[in-house]
């Protein structure tokens, strides 16, 4: 069964430091790994989309990374924001379009 | 562009009671789902569209859930009667799909927030 395992469930920082999110998945075979940041009360949006040969994307200030060979996944925030607060889903696709939903780190930023 | 449009936000309603969720996807989207979304979990698809044909409902309760896209644009999912463990947070997303020059990223609404008392 495709599963899609994230840690930790939960984390809290203070503002201006780092976090890495961690994301390992068993999904075959794999198509795109995304990462989601869904604030409360809101739909997720889409940070980042990884294809199998790329290890290394970012955008602002996150950076995702993927090594297909151990089928992980991280997501690394640096210099944190109070609006950084959020829940982030690892999302894993197979081909022909069926995703796997990771259950989110949430992570709390506070002042 | 408008994004996904869901409504209502928020509803709550009695068990057993009918309750409909509506769905605008981004235009020119082919591909619709239907997620459930429990408190602390990721979303959990209940089916998805391709146009106007449901491709994937192996997930939907059929014997209360029904869903449909007219015309291949909007959507509407139903659930009669609702029970007590229906409350959720129910999420419509589109996608350009991977047939087409897409990578299947999933566009999200805001979701319909459901209360069953």
């Known amino acids: 069964k495709n599963q899609v395992e994230q840690s930790p469930q939960s984390l809290i920082i203070l503002e201006g430091k780092n976090c890495t999110l961690q994301c390992n998945y068993t999904v075959s075979p794999f198509s795109n790994l995304r990462w989601y940041k869904q604030d409360t009360g809101r739909g997720p949006v889409s940070l980042t989309i990884m294809t199998f040969s790329e290890n290394t994307k970012s955008n602002g200030r996150y950076t995702a990374t993927l090594d297909a060979d151990t089928k992980q996944s991280s997501l690394h925030i640096t210099a944190s924001q109070l609006s950084d607060s959020a829940s982030y889903i690892c999302?894993?696709?197979?081909?022909?379009?069926?995703?796997?939903f990771g259950d989110g780190t949430t992570l709390t930023v506070k002042p | 562009e408008a994004g996904v449009v869901q409504s209502p936000r928020y509803k709550i309603i009695e068990k057993k009671q009918p309750v409909a969720f509506w769905c605008n996807p981004i235009s020119g989207h082919n591909t619709l789902y239907w997620y459930l979304q429990n408190l602390g979990q990721g979303p959990e698809l209940l089916i998805r569209y391709e146009n106007e044909e449901a491709v994937d409902d192996s997930q939907l309760p059929k014997d209360r859930f029904s869903a449909e896209r007219l015309k291949g644009v909007d959507s509407t999912l139903k659930i009669q009667p609702a029970e007590l463990g229906d409350s959720a947070v129910y999420l419509c997303?589109?996608?350009?799909?991977?047939?087409?020059?897409?990578?299947?990223?999933?566009?999200f609404g805001e979701g319909s927030r459901l209360t069953v008392l």
């Open positions: 999302v894993v696709s197979a081909n022909a379009g069926k995703s796997t």
């Open positions: 997303a589109s996608s350009l799909g991977y047939g087409t020059s897409g990578t299947g990223e999933l566009f």
